[in-house]
């Protein structure tokens, strides 16, 4: 079982990234996946969760109307579009898979990615 994020990089202010998250080992369409993130000294916080039927749930307001989350089940793979991104998006992202249905409790979560790095400075 393994769940790849990839996507991060260095942006400046107010650019973009798309982030992915591909699954293999277990069957994707039975599980929601949800993202999380760390910034350098802040603990884990949930981003946003894509539920086995394409809801999406956002965790906070921050991220409102600037992430976007789909998800292809044919590739196994989740995508986020980020926009307008700001500094303070900056951390490591990590996806994650909970069978059936989204939570913001990370706990729940069943299958974790390594993460991967965004950096929003100019």
């Known amino acids: 079982v393994q769940l790849q994020a990839s996507g991060g990089g260095l942006v400046q202010p107010g650019g973009s990234l798309r982030l992915s998250c591909a699954a293999s080992?277990?069957?994707?369409?039975?599980?929601?996946i949800g993202w999380f993130r760390q910034a350098p000294g802040r603990e884990r916080e949930g981003v946003l969760c894509?539920?086995?039927?394409?809801?999406?749930?956002y965790y906070g307001d921050s991220v409102k109307g600037r992430f976007t989350i789909s998800r292809d089940d044919a590739k196994s793979t989740v995508y986020v579009k980020v926009n307008s991104l700001k500094p303070e998006d900056t951390a490591v992202y990590y996806c994650?898979?909970?069978?059936?249905?989204?939570?913001?409790?990370?706990?729940?979560?069943?299958?974790w990615g390594q993460g991967t790095l965004v950096t929003v400075s100019s």
């Open positions: 080992g277990f069957t994707m369409d039975y599980y929601a």
């Open positions: 994650a898979a909970k069978k059936w249905s989204c939570a913001v409790d990370a706990d729940q979560y069943d299958y």
């Open positions: 894509v539920s086995v039927s394409g809801g999406t749930t």
